[in-house]
């Protein structure tokens, strides 16, 4: 993704690259990442199931002027 330059569809302007980190626990995070499909429920501890090599990671280009926020899950 690193030569995609999306332009605001509000105001023509080229976006900012930014990313959505996500809290793995209380001291680290990981990349959000897009998976396919429905959630589906943990029974014991709550929260969701995820395999790790079904996701895309996402990446999330901001507008400079309006700060509209678009998200992409493009695979590398």
């Known amino acids: ?3 995609f330059h999306p332009i605001c569809p509000k105001c023509d302007k080229v976006m900012d690259r ?6 793995l626990d209380h001291v680290s995070f990981v990349l959000a ?7 589906e ?3 014991f501890l709550g929260g969701i199931k995820v395999h790790a090599d079904d996701g895309i990671p996402v990446a999330a280009y901001r507008c400079p002027g309006c700060g509209y926020v678009e998200f992409y899950a493009r695979p590398a």
Do not use: N, S
């Not at 990442?33 to 959630?39: D, L, R, Y």
């Open 1 to 3: 993704m690193a030569d």
């Open 18 to 23: 930014g990313h959505l980190p996500d809290a």
């Open 33 to 39: 990442k897009w998976v396919p499909g429905m959630p």
């Open 41 to 43: 429920e943990r029974r």
